[in-house]
């Protein structure tokens, strides 16, 4: 096993490397830092001179891949490439395009986007399950079609409406929690308690309606008929034996989405103005501050590979009949 | 009046797709196997209730995707400096012929937000009242009348109530006579004549046991006859849904997102669908390198978060729109492209799910005894790839093309609430939103824009799925596609 995952995380290097060169073409070829700065500086006044300084105040004045100045190593490290993009790789990101430093920015904002994150997914995940093994208990009832009616609905109802909806409830209307703002500490309960609410709603639909097809495609199979064979009740059945085995697929598929936690929700955390990635990613996009978007991008990428291989390790923990070699 | 056709790019794909639809269909009425999981669909009530609601959603969007611009009156046009004797010259807005159809209520603008059916603007204002002869008069703070939202009642207090039942009424009035001629005439169009006449036939409409539910398609039909036919009468008179803040019917906003919304959930799976096809089917049909260099390349493109990839590609084309503004002459044109970028940028970081899935199957697929038959007799690779194995898994990409739709209306609408979605002159649900959103903290709160978007979305959405539930069903209850939206769905949570 340890060979199969040495041998993914290479491959993950490799894609990395893909990642890499495919955001240094949008970034730096298809715009060349001439236009991100007429961007910036407003397109129809603007000087030779003023975009000039603007590159060489960001370090973007040197040739992209080649620098025929420089002498030795210095004619690949010198350049664009090597100073915005390969530096990445040892996670030092630079400034960002108002100057300040994008790593020390990550390492702070990082906390209030897990700490709205990590509980949305726990209890999302939980009262899914919950509900998608209720439906699957009781298929083919009353219980089990308006169920399933319901998850249709919320899942056709988009999530800024929860969001705005929520807000107008529960922090306008009967004012129980502010509608948005962050603080550190304990105090920041008050202001969670809402989005977090807001996104396990929000996820209940479609997750609750997937998890049940898994549910039922287990109850549908022959060991569960022969469970039945035995004369075993019909909740033991479902509670020992499908759960069991409908956790297999439940759980591996939710591990993918473990270290994109880090990254925040872009809509809730702007929506409730809580200051983690997700708002920071935002207002970078909005204000086309090239250098952050950059970095995210890049940091999406990581996590997402990690989770990649985070998924085909918990297979051959959770399921023994995996082998991979 | 002469007029100047504009295709703009999004309508020349939109008239492709109905073509394929076209194509699609009759294909599908010569091939029994294939009629055989369409007709279980056409057995499903709420597949077919779904349908009738999508039906009206969608020529609400064909109407308004053919566009033309108006010749100017000379006189105009001589103002504009373009009148040279012979030459006519044409309104540089582009218009559609549901702006056309909509003239009475988009060409009536009040000055800015109307709560639904009021009579007097939202807001107060200061007005002047003319003074006795000559002095200047009183300044008055009170809700001024609307320019055209019941303009035509002398005493609103008294009248608004009585007009606006009495419209509603002989709008639902006039919708029962409406409801009975379109059943009749769909009913006739799918049925021979001899069932017409049977009354075993009607009887078992009215029990709900014929095959194709007639008794839900109809009911359907009805609730939204009622619903729409008031509703027409009252947008006579009235902003039946209010104004928004520059004082534009919502009505008319929410009908031209439909549009948006739909370009949005099928182009966007129609554009990369041909590469997601060739290379699923080639990846997993030559294995080797082939399959190694497309799991890498759809293995680097997912890992690049979507709503990241999304922002950046947009970012790239703003930048591009503002270097080379000589491309873009009308603002239409400018939005239909950003349109059209942004279905193709979704579409690159959503081909990737069916793919992989095309791949599996296309892996299962080649093992299996005609395939391999066709090896033996020399069949060449690429003719195997097209003849034996595409047909095969077109179940799985149709599954997969109604599956993505309403996934992808929805993030539409997140998409511009984060700034890199349709481009802001757009109509669309996300702007609307968007817009509302701002004025959620006014006191009483602006809440119509919202409601507007929330219906014609929910009603859209849930149509589709419905549909496409009904669509997977009967096609392969056990493709577990449907998971592909879900990356999307991450940008919503």
């Known amino acids: ?325 | 009046m002469p007029i100047l056709p504009v295709i703009l790019w999004t309508d020349a794909l939109i008239y492709l797709l109905l073509a394929v639809v076209a194509g699609f269909v009759w294909y599908v009425r010569r091939h029994a196997h294939l009629r055989a999981p369409w007709w279980r669909v056409a057995q499903t009530p709420a597949a077919m209730s779904a349908l009738v609601v999508l039906a009206l959603f969608i020529s609400v969007g064909l109407l308004d995707s053919v566009h033309f611009r108006l010749a100017l009156p000379a006189a105009q046009a001589a103002q504009a400096g373009k009148a040279v004797s012979r030459d006519v010259a044409y309104a540089v807005e582009v218009k559609s012929l549901l702006d056309v159809l909509l003239a009475s209520i988009a060409n009536r603008p009040e000055r800015t937000y109307s709560a639904p059916l009021a009579t007097h603007a939202y807001a107060r204002e200061t007005l002047d009242l003319p003074g006795a002869d000559g002095k200047p008069g009183k300044q008055l703070r009170t809700y001024p009348r609307l320019a055209y939202g019941g303009a035509h009642l002398r005493d609103p207090e008294r009248d608004w109530k009585a007009d606006v039942l009495l419209t509603g009424f002989r709008g639902v009035a006039l919708a029962l006579p409406l409801w009975l001629l379109l059943s009749l005439a769909l009913v006739a169009a799918c049925n021979s004549p001899e069932r017409l006449a049977s009354r075993d036939f009607w009887h078992a409409v009215w029990r709900g046991r014929t095959a194709v539910p007639w008794r839900a398609i109809l009911i359907t039909l009805a609730l939204l006859l009622l619903l729409a036919v008031p509703m027409i009468l009252l947008s006579l008179d009235y902003h039946v849904l209010g104004t928004d803040k520059v004082g534009l019917d919502v009505l008319y906003l929410s009908l031209k997102s439909v549009r948006t919304a739909l370009v949005i959930g099928t182009l966007t799976t129609l554009v990369m669908l041909p590469f997601s096809v060739l290379l699923g089917i080639m990846a997993g049909y030559l294995r080797g390198v082939v399959d190694d260099l497309i799991q890498y390349f759809y293995t680097t493109l997912n890992s690049i978060p979507g709503v990241l990839l999304i922002a950046a590609a947009v970012l790239v084309l703003q930048v591009y729109i503002e270097t080379h503004p000589d491309l873009f002459p009308t603002s239409a044109q400018r939005a239909d492209f950003r349109l059209l970028w942004l279905c193709i940028i979704l579409g690159i970081t959503s081909w990737t799910g069916l793919c992989r899935l095309l791949r599996g199957e296309a892996l299962k697929l080649r093992e299996l005894e005609y395939v391999q038959a066709a090896q033996a007799f020399g069949v060449s690779e690429w003719r195997i790839m097209m003849r034996h194995i595409l047909p095969n898994l077109m179940h799985i990409v149709l599954i997969s093309v109604v599956m993505d739709f309403s996934g992808l209306v929805l993030a539409e609408a997140v998409l511009s609430y984060v700034g890199v979605g349709v481009d802001p002159s757009m109509i669309s649900f996300g702007t609307m939103i968007n817009a509302a959103r701002l004025e959620m903290g006014r006191e009483p709160m602006v809440w119509w824009s919202l409601a507007s978007a929330f219906a014609f979305m929910l009603a859209l959405v849930l149509a589709a799925n419905l549909f496409a539930d009904a669509v997977r069903d009967a096609f392969d209850p056990r493709v577990r596609v449907g998971n592909g939206g879900r990356r999307l769905a991450e940008v919503e949570s």
Request: net charge neutral.
């Open chain 1, 1 to 325: 096993m340890y060979a199969y995952i040495v041998r993914r995380a290479i491959y993950a290097v490799f894609i990395l490397i893909g990642v890499n060169l495919i955001t240094f073409a949008l970034f730096f070829k298809v715009n060349t830092p001439d236009d991100i700065a007429r961007l910036q500086l407003g397109v129809k006044y603007v000087t030779p001179e003023a975009i000039a300084k603007w590159k060489a105040d960001r370090g973007y004045d040197k040739p992209l891949l080649y620098n025929e100045k420089a002498q030795g190593w210095h004619q690949f490290t010198d350049t664009i490439y090597f100073e915005k993009s390969v530096e990445m790789f040892r996670f030092n990101f630079g400034q960002s395009d108002d100057g300040r430093d994008i790593a020390y920015e990550i390492s702070l904002r990082m906390w209030p986007s897990l700490a709205l994150a990590v509980p949305v997914f726990l209890v999302g995940l939980a009262l899914q399950i919950t509900f998608a093994l209720m439906m699957a208990f009781f298929r083919a009832t009353y219980l089990d079609f308006w169920g399933v009616v319901l998850c249709v609905v919320m899942m056709s109802i988009s999530g800024l409406f929860y969001i705005i909806g929520g807000q107008y409830l529960i922090s306008k209307l009967w004012n129980l929690v502010p509608i948005s703002g962050y603080a550190a500490g304990f105090d920041a309960l008050k202001f969670l308690a809402l989005p977090v609410a807001v996104g396990v709603i929000g996820g209940i639909g479609s997750g609750a309606r997937w998890y049940r097809t898994i549910f039922l495609e287990e109850v549908g199979k022959d060991y569960v008929r022969t469970a039945r064979a035995k004369g075993l009740s019909e909740v033991v059945v479902f509670f020992r034996h499908v759960l069991r085995n409908a956790m297999i697929p439940i759980l591996t598929g939710a591990v993918v989405a473990i270290p994109l936690l880090f990254m925040g929700s872009l809509v809730a955390e702007s929506f409730f103005g809580i200051p983690g990635l997700g708002s920071y990613t935002i207002e970078a996009i909005q204000a086309q501050d090239f250098a952050v978007v950059r970095s995210m991008v890049f940091i999406g990428s990581v996590l997402y590979i990690l989770g990649l291989l985070l998924t085909d390790i918990s297979y051959t923990l959770v399921d023994p009949r995996v082998r991979f070699d």
